[in-house]
C-alpha cells in the first residue's frame, strides 16, 4: 500500500474519498497485515532456482513441492469415468428410476396384448379401422405410449433444453400441446370473440392447430393491423400440428365488412382460398413462397384488400378447414365487377339510409374525369367473392374447422398508393355519418 493510501486510512474518512473505495483501502491494509512486507532497508527475497526437469524426473522425492492448481478437477466415480445422473450413487433417485422401469414394462405388456387383440379381432370379425370398437382400443393404446413416457427425468431434461426432439414422440407432442394452449390458443379465441368472428362468420370455432402468419417476413399477431403497402402480398401461412396425421387442407379468407349501401349493411366477400394443401408434423408451411406447389389449387385469388376512408377497419378472417380427400371446384371465373361512385349535385351530399355511412366525393378540380369510373377487372375466381357463405361451403363439401387467425386493415397514409396501383378510380372516395347519427 502507498503512503498517500494509509495517510487517508489514518486521517479517517476525508470527504473526497467514497465509502467503497475506503472499504476497499481497509481490505488492502488488512492482508498487508497478515503478509508483513520486508522494511525499506531489506532486499527481498531472491526466487527460487529454476528446477532442472531431468533431475526432477529421475528423482522425484528430492523435487520441491509445486503449488496446488486453482482450476477444480471434476468429479469422477471410483472407476475414474465421469457418470450421468442415472448411474450415479444415490439411492433415492436410484430407486424411483426402477418403479419408473417396472411401470414402462407393465405399460408395454399391454400395450402388446391390445395390439394382438386389435389384429385377433380384424381377422375373425372383419372389422377396420375406422370400427368404433378399434377406434376406442387405439386410443387406449395411444394413451399408455403417453403414459410410458410422461415422468421420465431424461426425457423432461431433453424436451425442456431442446435437445434432439422427436417431433413423432407422443409427449413431445402432447407437452407442445400444453404450451399452446396454455397461453397462445387463449390468446386467439380472445381476439376471436372480441372482434365478434363468431358468431358473425361461423357458430363456434375449436381450433386444434397453432397458425402463424407473416407478411413480408414478419409475424403477425392475432387480431394485429397490417400496413396496406404490406398486405399486397398474400401470406405465408403456417400451420403447427400436435400429431402425426397427414392432412388436406383448405385455406380461404373472408372479409366480412364489405360495406353494401343498397341493404344499408355489410357483405362478404372471399379474399383468398386455396384448396388440397398438404401438411404433416414435417410439413408444417401449407403456403409459402408459391401457391402452385403439388397438387394445391388457388380457386380464389389472393386479392389486395383495399379500405377507403371513413370506413373504419376490416377484419380478415383466416381458416384452415380439413379435407376429408381431395375437392374439385368448377366453375367458371366471376365476371368483373363496376364501381360506380356516387353521383351528387354542386353543394350537395347523397342521402343516406337511417344508420348508414353515405359515400361522399372530396373536392374536386377542373381537371377530374367524369363521376363515373369504369369497370375495375377483378382477378379470376372459380367461385362467386361478393357474398361468399362459408357455412353453406363448408357444409357442402364435408369441411372440418381445425384453425384460424385474424389480422386488420384500415384507411392509412399507404391506403391511397396501394389503391392507385390496383388501377382503381375511387380512391378518394370517403364515407361519412348521416348529420342524424352524428
Not at 393404446?141 to 424436451?159: A, V
Not at 417431433?167 to 400444453?178: A, N, R, S, T
Not at 382460398?273 to 409459402?288: A, H, K, L, Q, R
Not at 386488420?408 to 348529420?435: A, S
Request: one cysteine or more; proline letters at 8%.
Amino acid at each position: 500500500m502507498s503512503l498517500c493510501s494509509r495517510a487517508v486510512l489514518q486521517a479517517g474518512r476525508p470527504r473526497a474519498v467514497s465509502k467503497p473505495a475506503l472499504l476497499y483501502l481497509r481490505r488492502q491494509l488488512s492482508t498487508e497485515v497478515q503478509s508483513p512486507t520486508p522494511p525499506f532497508h531489506e532486499s527481498p527475497s531472491s526466487p527460487p532456482p529454476p528446477v532442472d526437469t531431468a533431475s526432477s524426473s529421475s528423482t522425484p522425492q528430492d523435487a520441491p513441492a509445486q503449488s496446488t492448481s486453482r482450476r477444480k478437477i471434476k468429479s469422477k466415480h471410483e472407476d475414474g469415468l465421469l457418470h450421468t445422473l442415472e448411474t450415479m450413487p444415490y439411492k433415492c433417485y436410484q430407486e424411483a428410476l426402477k418403479i419408473l422401469r417396472e411401470d414402462r414394462e407393465e405399460k408395454l405388456v399391454k400395450i402388446a396384448e391390445q395390439e394382438k387383440s386389435i389384429a385377433g379381432l380384424k381377422k375373425l370379425h372383419n372389422l377396420t379401422d375406422s370400427s368404433p370398437r378399434i377406434v376406442k382400443m387405439q386410443e387406449y393404446i395411444d394413451e399408455l405410449k403417453l403414459n410410458m413416457d410422461k415422468n421420465n427425468p431424461r426425457i423432461k431434461y431433453t424436451y425442456e433444453n431442446k435437445l434432439k426432439i422427436d417431433p413423432y414422440k407422443k409427449i413431445y407432442q402432447h407437452w407442445d400441446d400444453q404450451k399452446w394452449r396454455s397461453l397462445k390458443r387463449k390468446l386467439l379465441m380472445q381476439r376471436v370473440e372480441q372482434m365478434n368472428v363468431v358468431p358473425d362468420i361461423l357458430p363456434s370455432i375449436d381450433p386444434i392447430v397453432d397458425v402463424s402468419l407473416r407478411f413480408r417476413r414478419k409475424n403477425v399477431p392475432h387480431g394485429a393491423k397490417v400496413l396496406a403497402k404490406n398486405a399486397t402480398r398474400y401470406p405465408s401461412v403456417q400451420v403447427k400440428q400436435f400429431d402425426s396425421k397427414k392432412r388436406l387442407v383448405t385455406v380461404l379468407v373472408v372479409d366480412p365488412d364489405k360495406p353494401n349501401l343498397e341493404k344499408n349493411g355489410f357483405d362478404y366477400y372471399l379474399q383468398w382460398m386455396v384448396t388440397n394443401c398438404d401438411i404433416s408434423i414435417e410439413n408444417p408451411m401449407v403456403v409459402g413462397v408459391s401457391t402452385s406447389h403439388n397438387a394445391r389449387d388457388e380457386v380464389a385469388p389472393y386479392e389486395v384488400p383495399y379500405v377507403h376512408k371513413g370506413e373504419g377497419y376490416h377484419r380478415y378472417c383466416l381458416f384452415i378447414l380439413e379435407q376429408n380427400g381431395t375437392i374439385e371446384i368448377p366453375g367458371k371465373p366471376e365476371r368483373p365487377m363496376n364501381f360506380k361512385k356516387a353521383e351528387t349535385k354542386e353543394g350537395e351530399t347523397p342521402e343516406a339510409k337511417e344508420g348508414e355511412a353515405a359515400p361522399v366525393e372530396t373536392p374536386k378540380t377542373e381537371e377530374t374525369v367524369s363521376t363515373t369510373s369504369p369497370a375495375v377487372k377483378s382477378k379470376e375466381s372459380r367461385v362467386q367473392r361478393l357474398g361468399f357463405n362459408l357455412r353453406s361451403f363448408i357444409a357442402k363439401h364435408d369441411l372440418k374447422v381445425i384453425g384460424a387467425d385474424i389480422w386488420r386493415v384500415e384507411f392509412d397514409n399507404t391506403m391511397i398508393d396501394v389503391m392507385k396501383q390496383l388501377g382503381r378510380t375511387d380512391w378518394d372516395m370517403k364515407y361519412l355519418k348521416h348529420p342524424e347519427h352524428i
